[in-house]
């Protein structure tokens, strides 16, 4: 069960290693693009058609008709991997149980964005968990956790990048280990748990009255999607990558006040310093390098 890129080398290293995979069950198709005339097919959904696997895209999990082809499939255990949640009917469904893939090592960071939290809160670890689905959202019994360190200049995308590979070999471990019988399930320590949010327009936001390690931190938490962003006049402005300006000068003018030479930088003041502005993307225009954003648009 998933629906992004993220899930498919998870799907991908069970067949690999010669699972079984009775179905496949994945969003819906919507449609987008130019017009929102193009029919956009999950990735989940792409490569399960390409390896001949049966898919389920139901529009309500409780539907009854969906229920009865989850049955007739008769598998032996479920696998999550960012997909919705699940109502009981059908995690407790299969002999072996459900468990998911969550991109945290729980309990921190619970939640639908635990990536973009992590580096936004500047954290230098985080990894997979693999647990057993229950009632409350993932705070099931775990079974296994892998690690993943974070650079100080590591985006989201980044990390999301080198934990889809993570996650699959967590994925394929923790099968074989259901498999053989082989599990030890950790409880969960509630009173360490951590929230990750799900991300909206507002928290995008950025605030510079904090000092410059939390705004660079903030931005490429949210590099490269959904993005941070400012305003700059009356448009939107988002800042995909920066820097922080090796200064002790402390700013003069309000925090958020841009500077720049029109021609190969651009500055923004925090609380505490200063931030390089080195990638971003003006409301209408594409992702582009400070020199190239420069070459067309002038402070004044």
Request: hydrophobic share 40%.
């Amino acid at each position: 069960m998933g629906t992004p890129e993220f899930a498919v080398p998870s799907l991908a290293i069970l067949l690999e290693n010669g699972y079984d995979v009775a179905g496949v069950v994945t969003a819906t198709d919507k449609y987008g693009g130019r017009g929102n005339k193009v029919l956009l097919e999950s990735a989940v959904k792409k490569y399960a058609v390409e390896h001949g696997i049966k898919v389920l895209q139901p529009k309500k999990l409780r539907d009854p008709q969906f229920i009865e082809e989850l049955e007739a499939l008769q598998a032996d255990l479920q696998i999550v991997v960012a997909f919705r949640m699940l109502p009981e009917i059908v995690w407790n469904m299969p002999i072996k149980g459900t468990f998911n893939l969550h991109g945290s090592l729980l309990p921190k960071y619970r939640g639908a964005a635990p990536i973009n939290w992590a580096v936004i809160k500047g954290e230098e670890k985080t990894g997979v968990t693999t647990f057993f689905i229950q009632h409350q959202i993932d705070t099931g019994d775990i079974i296994l956790q892998r690690e993943l360190l974070i650079s100080p200049d590591d985006t989201a995308g980044d990390v999301h990048d080198r934990m889809m590979v993570l996650g699959a070999s967590a994925v394929l471990e923790t099968v074989q280990q259901i498999e053989k019988g082989e599990i030890k399930l950790q409880i969960q320590d509630h009173s360490a748990a951590t929230k990750a949010p799900k991300l909206n327009r507002e928290t995008c936001q950025i605030d510079f009255n904090h000092n410059s390690e939390e705004v660079h931190n903030f931005i490429r938490g949210l590099s490269p999607y959904p993005a941070a962003w400012t305003m700059l006049g009356d448009k939107q402005l988002k800042i995909l990558k920066t820097e922080i300006a090796m200064t002790m000068e402390m700013p003069s003018t309000p925090p958020g006040t841009f500077s720049s030479d029109n021609k190969s930088y651009i500055q923004v003041s925090t609380a505490n310093g200063f931030l390089n502005l080195l990638e971003l993307q003006l409301q209408g225009r594409k992702r582009m390098k400070v020199k190239d954003f420069l070459n067309g648009y002038t402070f004044k």
